[in-house]
């Protein structure tokens, strides 16, 4: 994976989840296969063939930091990409004119597994304990303690208080194996570290015609890595399948122009081609008098693409936007 630049932006009234508002129409030359397929189930045996609990296989890797070793299966491994969902609010042109719009959005991936998170979960850091383990560990304590008077110069000092360390001998079990055994079947397969979360993120102006509105979306590029957990003593756990963000190929942003549904904006849409039929609404108010004050800009509200976008809606304009790692 090449080295990631880390950006921090805030976006006022954008989501940046994917996934939280609707599925968005596909750009146009989008590939029709998206998804990784039926996700596998994973099964368990014992090191004579019986069917076993995936939980007991986990647990007995856990015995010792490398009980397990994870082998990949590359003909059930892929490369695939999300459908296109919405990131967040579409940007509603309310006014009687052109609106300009400057935005930058992201995209956040992270990964996961079919085995409760043993792998990709937060259940899998380091320090912590899983369900179906223990981190154990042998300890040394040095006592001390420390007593200081109000004013030092007054009198002399004591330490006391208690220091605990992990001597060499400890050792992490659970879903810390399962992980550190994917992590290096995955370095071993393709020559680079294993990437957990990965953000991408995307500029764009443009100029949103009154009455239209402007959606966000993305399709993420994820690759899936199916294989089997084999411990030292012939228990094994085949159809694991991880899927993480994707070190080849970067996600996909779209920008998307509806036009405003009925009532979403009061007054009337101006005429032209950008105006397939005037929407609903009182008419829009006078112009100011001379000696009046002139009122500054309209900010463009911003409505749920859940509520703003249609069912069946046909985009007016698309547009997809490069992808830049963060």
């Known amino acids: 994976m090449p080295a990631c630049r880390r950006h921090t932006v805030l976006l006022p009234a954008v989501s940046i989840l994917l996934g939280f508002a609707v599925s968005l129409a596909p750009p146009a030359g989008a590939a029709a296969e998206e998804g990784p ?3 596998p189930v994973p099964r368990a045996f014992t090191a004579d063939g019986r069917p076993a609990e995936v939980a007991d296989v986990l647990k007995h890797c856990g015995t010792e930091r490398a009980g397990c070793a994870f082998t990949i ?3 059930l491994s892929r490369e695939y990409a999300t459908a296109v969902k919405s990131l967040g609010n579409a940007v509603i042109n309310c006014t009687q004119s ?5 935005r930058t959005v ?4 992270s990964s996961s597994d079919n085995i409760g998170g043993e792998i990709s979960g937060k259940i899998a850091a380091e320090g912590t304990v899983s369900a179906s383990g223990e981190v154990t560990t042998n300890l040394s304590n040095d006592i001390s303690s420390e007593n200081k008077t109000p004013n030092l110069k007054d009198g002399p000092t004591s330490t006391n208080g208690t220091k605990t360390t992990v001597a060499g001998g400890a050792k992490a079990a659970g879903s810390l194996s399962a992980k550190l055994a994917f992590e290096a079947a995955f370095k071993a397969t393709y020559s680079k ?5 990965h953000t991408e993120t995307t500029a764009y102006k443009t100029t949103v015609k009154s009455h239209d509105m402007l959606v966000f979306g993305a399709s993420a590029s994820m690759r899936r890595v199916v294989g089997s957990l084999v411990s030292r003593s012939g228990q094994r756990i085949v159809g694991i399948a991880v899927d993480s963000p994707s070190m080849v190929t970067s996600s996909t942003f779209i920008a998307q122009t509806y036009a405003a549904p009925a009532g979403v904006c009061g007054g009337t849409r101006p005429p ?3 105006a397939p039929a005037p929407a609903p609404g009182p008419a829009p108010a006078p112009a100011p008098g001379p000696g009046s004050a002139v009122p500054g800009p309209v900010p463009a509200p911003e409505v749920p693409a859940t509520r703003a976008v249609p069912p069946g809606a046909a985009p007016k304009h698309v547009v997809l936007l490069p992808a830049d790692a963060a």
Do not use: I
């Not at 570290?193 to 979360?197: K, L, M, R």
């Open 193 to 197: 570290s294993w990437t957990t979360e």
């Open 106 to 109: 992201v995209l956040r991936t």
């Open 98 to 102: 052109d609106m300009n719009v400057d």
């Open 37 to 39: 397929g039926e996700t």
């Open 73 to 75: 299966d590359p003909k």
């Open 272 to 274: 032209g081609t950008t």
